[in-house]
């Protein structure tokens, strides 16, 4: 385990590459669901990417996590976390990166028995991350026909700007036990296209994980109170102690960090388990830090 203190920690300069941001929809999709109704989501994202002629960069794709949807039929503007890592989508295309980070609400929007009682609509859940699966496939086909130089709905041209089979994954908080999930299958149907991952602030992963064998590395916040038994560092040990691994990992304890300062949309009032002494408070590095160590650690991964 490699331990990190930042608080001291400076940002690297910023390069001259100029960067295209932009929020995009491609539309409504469908979810085939356990449940009795299936479900509806929104394909979109945000995408950054080098300004210009160049190319094709390698892709990041961005999952977040699972956090508070009030009202699945009318998701609020506060509840779209996708949008909270927008600073390292910007940060990552500054260094030569396509990045994505896409709406997985579905996959993370949980029903309860209590929620169906209530009126609630039925949608199940999934079990082994399908939803997860089925989202990023979509966006994925979408970019590959904008790389290809097809009509869009990205308001970017995208021809030969993007190596789709150059692929690192960043998924924060359950986003970050479902990337491995997602990669698996991917490589059991012959897609070989995810050469990296990062966990941040991970769940523990499902007693069926499968840890792809890629490069693989574990952020774990010293303050992490969603996340409160650091779930995420089992899952590093039983990744490092699987037979026949030939990839690397690394598994940084990342000091006077939280779980949720690394996305713009989160922040202490989401902790569930709040200390009576008010720890966070008195000793969490800010948001600041908390983004410069991981644009600085996403970039040199």
């Known amino acids: 385990m490699t331990v990190l203190a930042t608080t001291n920690q400076q940002s690297k300069p ?17 979810l085939k669901t356990p449940g009795k109704v299936d479900m509806p989501y929104m394909k979109q994202g945000v995408l950054s990417i080098p300004k210009g002629k160049g190319g094709p960069y ?12 009030r009202n699945y039929e009318k998701i609020t ?19 030569k990166y396509a990045v994505i980070s896409i709406d997985v609400n579905a996959e993370q929007f949980e029903v309860y028995k209590e929620l169906v009682a209530a009126g609630g609509i039925d949608y199940g859940n999934s079990k082994n991350f399908e939803r997860l699966i089925t ?21 970017l041209d995208l021809k030969n700007k993007i190596n789709l089979n150059d692929v690192t994954l960043i998924g924060h908080s359950r986003g970050g036990q479902g990337i491995d999930f997602l990669a698996t299958n991917l490589k059991k149907e012959g897609n070989n296209s995810i050469k990296g991952m990062i966990s941040l602030a ?9 840890y792809t064998d890629v490069p693989h590395g574990f952020i774990i916040p010293e303050y992490d109170f969603d996340v409160a038994n650091l779930e995420g560092q089992v899952s590093f040990d039983e990744l490092k102690a699987k037979k026949g691994r030939k990839s690397w990992a690394n598994d940084v304890f990342l000091r006077g960090a ?13 902790t569930p388990n709040v200390p009576i002494d008010n720890v966070l408070e008195k000793n969490t590095i800010n948001r600041k830090q908390h983004e410069t160590f991981l644009t600085n650690y996403a970039t040199e991964f």
Do not use: Q, W
């Open 58 to 69: 390698p892709l990041v794709v961005i999952i977040h996590g699972r956090h508070t949807i």
């Open 14 to 30: 910023a390069k001259a590459t100029g960067i295209e941001t932009v929020n995009y929809n491609l539309g409504k999709g469908i």
């Open 135 to 155: 989202i990023y496939k979509a966006h994925m086909s979408a970019l590959s026909k904008a790389v290809n130089g097809e009509a869009s709905n990205f308001k």
């Open 258 to 270: 939280n779980h949720y300062y690394f996305s713009r949309k989160l922040d202490l009032s989401f």
């Open 77 to 95: 503007e506060a509840e779209n976390y996708y949008k909270g890592f927008t600073y390292l989508a910007e940060s990552l295309a500054r260094e």
């Open 202 to 210: 991970p769940s523990k992963n499902l007693a069926n994980a499968p």
